[in-house]
């Protein structure tokens, strides 16, 4: 037999799973086949044992096979046996008096206890972030600071971190100047910030439904007006839908996440963004761009952004780290297009500038190149996990659940049988201490209530099963 020949720079068992992932995906290798021998495999490729152990190590972390004692290895899991999509419902009436924010606070009030698996975060696991690498960078930004970080930064940020900042857009096609960004404190100041430069209050702006609840709870104490677009669990919002809204309403300013959507995971297709930017220039309509899980890709790739295609300034796009490297360092970005001294003037009028340490600690774990080498180990984590609870899923839900196929980000999306009230899910499921968002807290508008958001960023544990679980029979019992 001729052996396989291996190429590319990734490590060689990352390379061999590959070609067996592909494999168990085009179905040569079925749900129930068993696999080369460790010792086949090795003569296969012409590797050690231990490079063909690893390989199938990686691929039982995934999901996708398992070690049967005394037999070996078979394939467990396809993603073609993923459920069918959530749709996109219609407007409904919600049981009961309870707000949205009431819902947000009740689910996000316990949001750092340790006794709770809380599957309504969409965060990393602090195991999953370098922190003694982090903490290196503090260090060395107290010891190389001239006034030891004492000192305000400037309005803009700290010149060195909107540097790498620009240095980072190059990955999504931006070809940008340090002048050009504006340092917040996290996405969420920039998104504010943004909308306030944009807008006045009773002005009317178009978002995606179902959306992150912190995107509405900014429209509502700037005093704005929503109208909701829908949004394809697969390819973004819904464009047509968009253009006819804009001839019929007197649209200020559109707030969008087309890369991984929260909470539906969708990435808007290249061609889709490209003409997004096309429409709302043609109309003079700023675009603030939401790009908070563009680092989380799973494919070979990074997604464009809107911003790529902005040639005339009306996109905003905003970004963090708060996501992907550190939340609690609340650093985030703006690069505002033609309405930079806008939002810089509202930036020295809101809080004059940021926190200077994380400013510099963060500029410095930048430029020595820590962050692409944590994002490589993080997107590959967070695939392997989402794999593992879709697959939790299935063990445990009713047959009729639908789950959305994220390709980056956090989180899953979960349509139920209609007689399922999430919201009434999630407060029975806390007598177990488990969590989850409801749909409902996702729209401005009566809509999602047998819908529900899981976020995968916790590793697959016996806790998250157990979690999956008990939600599964709650289900079951409500539906």
């Given at each position: 037999?001729?052996?396989?020949?291996?190429?590319?720079?990734?490590?060689l068992?990352?390379?061999?799973?590959?070609?067996?992932?592909?494999?168990?995906?085009?179905?040569?290798?079925?749900?129930?086949?068993?696999?080369?021998?460790?010792?086949?495999?090795?003569?296969?490729?012409?590797?050690?044992?231990?490079?063909?152990?690893?390989?199938?190590?990686?691929?039982?972390?995934?999901?996708?096979?398992?070690?049967?004692?005394?037999?070996?290895?078979?394939?467990?899991?396809?993603?073609?046996?993923?459920?069918?999509?959530?749709?996109?419902?219609?407007?409904?009436?919600?049981?009961?008096?309870?707000?949205?924010?009431?819902?947000?606070?009740?689910?996000?009030?316990?949001?750092s206890?340790?006794?709770?698996t809380?599957?309504?975060?969409?965060?990393?696991?602090?195991?999953?972030?370098?922190?003694?690498?982090?903490?290196?960078?503090?260090?060395?930004?107290?010891?190389?600071?001239?006034?030891?970080?004492?000192?305000?930064?400037?309005?803009?940020?700290?010149?060195?971190?909107?540097?790498?900042?620009?240095?980072?857009?190059?990955?999504?096609?931006?070809?940008?100047?340090?002048?050009?960004?504006?340092i917040?404190?996290?996405?969420?100041?920039?998104?504010?910030?943004?909308?306030?430069?944009?807008?006045?209050?009773?002005d009317?702006?178009?978002?995606e439904?179902?959306?992150?609840?912190?995107i509405?709870?900014?429209?509502?104490?700037?005093?704005?007006h929503?109208?909701?677009?829908?949004?394809?669990?697969?390819?973004?919002?819904?464009?047509?839908?968009?253009?006819?809204?804009?001839?019929?309403?007197?649209?200020?300013?559109?707030?969008?996440?087309?890369?991984?959507?929260?909470?539906?995971?969708c990435?808007?297709?290249?061609?889709?963004?490209?003409?997004?930017?096309?429409?709302?220039?043609?109309?003079?309509?700023?675009?603030?761009?939401?790009?908070?899980?563009?680092?989380?890709?799973f494919?070979?790739?990074?997604?464009?952004?809107?911003?790529?295609?902005?040639?005339?300034?009306?996109?905003?796009?905003?970004?963090?780290?708060?996501?992907?490297?550190?939340?609690?360092?609340?650093?985030?970005?703006?690069?505002?297009?033609?309405?930079?001294?806008?939002?810089?003037?509202?930036?020295?009028?809101?809080?004059?500038?940021?926190?200077?340490i994380?400013?510099?600690?963060?500029?410095?774990?930048?430029?020595?190149?820590?962050?692409?080498?944590?994002?490589?180990?993080?997107?590959?984590?967070?695939?392997?996990?989402?794999?593992?609870?879709?697959?939790?899923?299935?063990?445990?839900?009713?047959?009729?659940t639908?789950?959305?196929?994220?390709?980056?980000?956090?989180?899953?999306?979960?349509?139920?049988?209609?007689?399922?009230?999430?919201?009434?899910?999630?407060?029975?499921?806390?007598?177990?201490?488990?969590?989850?968002?409801?749909?409902?807290?996702?729209?401005?508008?009566?809509?999602?209530?047998?819908?529900?958001?899981?976020?995968?960023?916790?590793?697959?544990?016996?806790?998250?099963?157990?979690?999956l679980?008990?939600?599964?029979?709650?289900?079951?019992?409500?539906?």
């Amino acid at each position: 037999m001729q052996k396989n020949k291996l190429n590319g720079t990734d490590h060689l068992y990352l390379q061999i799973a590959g070609s067996l992932e592909q494999m168990i995906h085009n179905e040569i290798l079925k749900i129930g086949d068993k696999l080369p021998s460790v010792r086949m495999l090795s003569d296969e490729y012409g590797i050690s044992m231990g490079t063909a152990f690893q390989a199938y190590y990686y691929l039982e972390g995934k999901g996708l096979i398992e070690s049967r004692p005394k037999s070996g290895y078979y394939v467990r899991f396809n993603q073609k046996r993923f459920p069918a999509l959530p749709a996109a419902p219609k407007p409904e009436t919600l049981a009961g008096t309870i707000s949205v924010d009431e819902m947000v606070a009740a689910v996000f009030k316990k949001l750092s206890a340790s006794d709770i698996t809380n599957l309504a975060i969409a965060a990393p696991a602090k195991e999953l972030l370098p922190t003694a690498k982090l903490n290196k960078s503090i260090v060395h930004a107290f010891r190389h600071s001239p006034t030891s970080c004492i000192q305000y930064e400037d309005t803009q940020g700290n010149l060195e971190l909107r540097k790498q900042v620009a240095r980072m857009a190059f990955n999504w096609g931006g070809k940008i100047s340090a002048n050009d960004v504006v340092i917040t404190a996290g996405c969420m100041e920039a998104l504010s910030l943004s909308l306030q430069a944009v807008t006045r209050p009773g002005d009317t702006v178009a978002i995606e439904t179902p959306t992150f609840f912190g995107i509405f709870q900014v429209m509502e104490t700037l005093g704005l007006h929503v109208i909701e677009i829908p949004t394809d669990a697969v390819t973004g919002i819904d464009l047509n839908y968009l253009e006819q809204a804009i001839k019929t309403s007197n649209i200020k300013a559109c707030v969008f996440v087309p890369s991984f959507n929260n909470p539906l995971g969708c990435c808007m297709p290249d061609e889709n963004k490209k003409a997004l930017v096309e429409l709302i220039t043609k109309h003079r309509i700023p675009l603030i761009e939401d790009d908070i899980y563009g680092e989380l890709y799973f494919g070979q790739h990074r997604p464009r952004c809107c911003k790529t295609y902005d040639t005339e300034g009306w996109v905003l796009y905003c970004a963090s780290i708060s996501k992907s490297l550190a939340p609690g360092y609340r650093i985030g970005w703006c690069i505002p297009g033609r309405f930079r001294e806008q939002l810089t003037r509202l930036k020295m009028r809101h809080t004059i500038t940021g926190v200077t340490i994380t400013q510099q600690a963060m500029a410095h774990f930048l430029s020595i190149g820590r962050f692409d080498y944590h994002l490589k180990k993080l997107r590959t984590a967070l695939h392997t996990q989402q794999l593992r609870y879709v697959q939790g899923i299935l063990d445990h839900f009713p047959e009729n659940t639908k789950v959305s196929r994220p390709q980056g980000g956090f989180v899953l999306w979960l349509e139920l049988n209609k007689k399922v009230n999430t919201f009434q899910l999630y407060q029975e499921a806390m007598k177990y201490q488990v969590s989850v968002a409801p749909g409902r807290i996702f729209s401005m508008r009566d809509r999602y209530s047998n819908y529900m958001r899981i976020g995968y960023g916790q590793p697959w544990n016996d806790g998250v099963e157990r979690g999956l679980r008990i939600l599964g029979g709650l289900v079951k019992k409500m539906g």
